[in-house]
């Protein structure tokens, strides 16, 4: 209630309407979220009651988040591919995905300008990476440290069971749980401004244009009033609770803009005049294209990309396509590179990466294809083999009459699988990339290495041989032993005497895997991105399919398929696989078909 004069008062139960300035209470340890230590969530009533604003920032984290993390094949081994898939496929105790966590943490930082992740580090070193939603954290005044606490609006959040102090991520200092923070320009706050900032008062316009419209079909159109008491002029205390139940009976759970003016008249009656100018309906629905118009502004997007129709926008194919590459370019490729060094810092790589949501094709009119392209690019466009490649397809493919000796394979109930990769080592182009390396493969699910097998090995048999007689058998440098029976003996597997003997503990484990085998084998598997089939597969993809799915072979085995065919043209099938394919989506042909070989890491049951 805003007092006017000593007998008139004015109800307006309004918001935020000026931007919130964060600065530190000296009676607090920690710095408040707004005036109220309350503006996440005036933000969050924003995104959930703006049609447009919430539309807009679900499509931005749409567009962010794309088609979800890769790895780059390029500049990484076999192991580190291993590694960093493992990381994508579960980053914490929950088994939430990268893709989960990105996704919460691009939520925030549009909607709040900022976002969190809590830091787990194990002793081994391993990260677990948790989504701390930012509203639930709190700066502390000194800048070193950020509290967190499930409720900030009880009286002593501090005292709350929840309340917690947590330092920040440094990548130089050890830290058992931590909080990393990324947030946009705070220009010297505390907390950052959303970067729709400029527009909170259109944002907040348009959650009231919509609150306006509801409150006037339920009130039958009729709006504001001036109540005017007439029967003297009442006491502070008793004006407050007249207040109080005037906009408890008349104005509804999101109030109505009431005057109300108390004085003494002759006949001491009660007067409500309307205050409600006329068409007031038709203003608000003429402010409607200017609220949108700014919201749309400030969030630097098109209103066609954000799935939201303006009038005298066809958002024809071309304007989409031509949008989508402008928003892509200028908007989302730098959120993602954000994103990516983030992650890429923490994970201490730089082969994470964003794979961007598929482009809009374009079409092309027949008198263009005519003009531009060659009968064989014509064909191609169409989902037809280019001419000159259907004779190279039959060159390269697999005749009828192909068939797998019996003695290939190992039944699949004899070995128990470990991790499963499809094997990529050739590209559209029919460029060789980098065959897999299975040693490097097959240590990343042993426990212990070739060489600590070795030594293992050598101590059951000669519990007293001291360590230079170890390498000298192995023909290692002394280092080398040291340091493959340090790594043991952190694990517990060893532990070494005074007198600098080996002793072997867990007797019973180690010999169980020195006795275990772990091996890489294959099965030809459908691939991951493969378009739907239209025809059907080739006879040499469903009998490879159907065989390996009953047992798999090993690369030998796979070499030895080549000789089957008697024909000196057909491709390596471990490179090409079934031959030749176009793509019934993108037009284009492949040196491969629809299928691929998938890496199997198993161990062989004794």
């Given at each position: 209630?805003?007092?006017?004069?000593?007998?008139?008062?004015?109800?307006?139960?309004?918001?935020?309407?000026?931007?919130?300035?964060?600065?530190?209470?000296?009676?607090?340890?920690?710095?408040?979220?707004?005036?109220?230590?309350?503006?996440?969530?005036?933000?969050?009533?924003?995104?959930?009651?703006?049609?447009?604003?919430?539309?807009?920032?679900?499509?931005?984290?749409?567009?962010?988040?794309?088609?979800?993390?890769?790895?780059?094949?390029?500049?990484?081994?076999?192991?580190?591919?291993?590694?960093?898939?493992?990381?994508?496929?579960?980053?914490?105790?929950?088994?939430?995905?990268l893709d989960d966590l990105t996704k919460y943490l691009v939520n925030d930082w549009k909607r709040y300008g900022w976002f969190a992740i809590q830091v787990i580090e194990t002793l081994s070193g391993e990260k677990y990476l948790y989504h701390i939603p930012v509203w639930k954290l709190r700066y502390h005044k000194d800048g070193q440290s950020i509290?967190?606490?499930?409720?900030?609006?009880?009286?002593?959040?501090?005292?709350?069971?929840?309340?917690?102090?947590?330092?920040?991520?440094?990548?130089?200092?050890?830290?058992?749980?931590?909080?990393?923070i990324h947030k946009d320009m705070c220009e010297g706050n505390f907390y950052p401004y959303p970067e729709y900032q400029a527009a909170i008062n259109w944002i907040d316009a348009d959650r009231n244009i919509g609150r306006f419209t509801s409150n006037s079909i339920e009130n039958g159109f009729h709006g504001g009033y001036l109540i005017n008491f007439v029967n003297g002029v009442p006491s502070v205390d008793e004006m407050e609770d007249i207040e109080a139940r005037v906009k408890e009976k008349l104005s509804g759970a999101d109030g109505e803009r009431i005057m109300i003016n108390f004085s003494d008249g002759a006949d001491r009656k009660a007067e409500v005049v309307p205050l409600t100018p006329p068409d007031?309906?038709?203003?608000?629905?003429?402010?409607?294209?200017?609220?949108?118009?700014?919201?749309?502004?400030?969030?630097?997007?098109?209103?066609?990309?954000?799935?939201?129709?303006?009038?005298?926008?066809?958002?024809?194919?071309?304007?989409?396509?031509?949008?989508?590459?402008?928003?892509?370019?200028?908007?989302?490729?730098?959120?993602?590179?954000?994103?990516?060094?983030?992650?890429?810092?923490?994970?201490?790589?730089?082969?994470?990466?964003?794979?961007?949501?598929?482009?809009?094709?374009?079409?092309?009119?027949?008198?263009?294809?005519?003009?531009?392209?060659?009968?064989?690019?014509?064909?191609?466009?169409?989902?037809?083999?280019?001419?000159?490649?259907?004779?190279?397809?039959?060159?390269?493919?697999?005749?009828?009459?192909?068939?797998?000796?019996?003695?290939?394979?190992?039944?699949?109930?004899?070995?128990?699988?470990?991790?499963?990769?499809?094997?990529k080592i050739i590209d559209e182009e029919g460029q060789f990339r980098a065959d897999i390396n299975e040693d490097r493969l097959r240590q990343n699910f042993a426990e212990f290495t070739d060489l600590q097998k070795s030594i293992l090995a050598i101590y059951k048999d000669n519990p007293d041989i001291l360590l230079g007689e170890v390498a000298d058998a192995l023909?290692?440098?002394?280092?080398?032993?040291?340091?493959?029976?340090?790594?043991?003996?952190?694990?517990?597997?060893?532990?070494?005497?005074?007198?600098?003997?080996?002793?072997i503990k867990r007797e019973k484990t180690i010999e169980r895997e020195l006795e275990e085998e772990i091996t890489v084998m294959y099965r030809y598997v459908k691939r991951a991105d493969a378009p739907p089939l239209k025809t059907e597969s080739r006879d040499f993809c469903k009998t490879m399919e159907t065989f390996?799915?009953?047992?798999?072979?090993?690369r030998d085995e796979i070499d030895r398929l080549n000789n089957q065919t008697n024909d000196p043209k057909v491709r390596d099938v471990w490179t090409h696989r079934g031959g030749w394919y176009t793509n019934p989506t993108t037009k284009r042909s492949v040196p491969f078909c629809r299928h691929i070989w998938e890496s199997v890491v198993v161990r062989i049951k004794k």
């Open positions: 209630m805003i007092k006017i004069s000593d007998n008139q008062f004015l109800l307006n139960f309004s918001a935020y309407t000026e931007t919130p300035q964060f600065i530190p209470n000296k009676r607090k340890d920690y710095v408040e979220y707004g005036p109220k230590n309350d503006y996440p969530q005036y933000l969050d009533k924003l995104f959930y009651e703006s049609a447009n604003h919430g539309s807009v920032v679900r499509s931005k984290v749409d567009f962010i988040c794309g088609q979800g993390w890769k790895v780059n094949t390029q500049i990484t081994t076999t192991e580190q591919q291993v590694l960093l898939q493992k990381r994508i496929g579960k980053v914490n105790s929950f088994y939430e995905s509290a967190y606490c499930d409720d900030w609006s009880v009286r002593k959040p501090e005292e709350h069971e929840s309340f917690q102090i947590f330092p920040f991520y440094s990548k130089h200092k050890k830290q058992e749980n931590s909080i990393y007031l309906h038709s203003v608000f629905i003429a402010l409607r294209d200017t609220v949108q118009s700014q919201i749309f502004t400030a969030h630097r997007v098109d209103p066609v990309l954000m799935g939201v129709k303006t009038e005298g926008q066809l958002g024809g194919r071309t304007e989409v396509i031509e949008k989508t590459e402008w928003l892509t370019n200028t908007y989302v490729r730098p959120n993602q590179k954000v994103l990516e060094d983030v992650f890429n810092f923490l994970y201490n790589t730089d082969a994470l990466k964003i794979e961007l949501l598929k482009p809009i094709g374009r079409e092309m009119s027949e008198g263009l294809m005519e003009k531009y392209l060659t009968p064989d690019e014509v064909r191609a466009f169409y989902g037809y083999e280019p001419t000159a490649q259907k004779e190279a397809m039959a060159a390269c493919c697999f005749n009828e009459t192909f068939s797998i000796p019996e003695d290939m394979g190992t039944p699949v109930e004899l070995v128990e699988v470990l991790f499963a990769e499809e094997v023909d290692k440098e002394l280092k080398v032993v040291e340091n493959a029976v340090k790594q043991m003996q952190e694990r517990g597997a060893v532990e070494i005497t005074e007198d600098g003997r080996v002793k390996t799915r009953s047992r798999l072979l090993t």
